[in-house]
């Protein structure tokens, strides 16, 4: 395992990714669930203490794309596709971000032995006598 250092700081840089269908996958299964936890009551609940749409903290992904259903200008479904289809967006870029840097060390999210791997390598660069 690779100990690199940035300045005062020892760092370890995982990155997790997974293939591109299973991604959008569990970015549509998120979304759903999120919804189904109560998104719009929690968007809805916040705009009715006065929050105001303008907020940087509302002008995110998942909260944004309600707007046109709460006013009434736009379906649910319409709404719901257009938090998946900008959720993905997102990701994507967060991808290209992390291809055009080097020194991760890529773990496939899609694969719990790879994750538990990640997780143990973790937990061994952290042991106190490691880092001295």
Known sequence: ?????????????LAVGMDRDTLYDRIG?????MVSLGLLDELKALLDRG????????DTVGYKEWFPF????????SCLEMVKRNTRRYAKR?????RHHSG?????????????DA????????????NT
């Open 29 to 33: 299964d998120r979304v759903n669930s």
């Open 70 to 77: 709460i006013d009434g200008e736009e379906s649910f479904a």
């Open 104 to 116: 991760f060390q890529w773990v496939d999210g899609a694969d719990q032995d790879a994750l538990s």
């Open 51 to 58: 929050y105001s749409r303008d907020l940087v903290a509302l």
């Open 119 to 130: 997780m143990d390598r973790v937990q061994s660069w952290m042991e106190p006598d490691k």
């Open 1 to 13: 395992m690779e100990r690199r250092s940035g300045g005062r700081f020892d760092y370890l840089s």
């Open 94 to 98: 967060q991808m290209t971000w992390f």
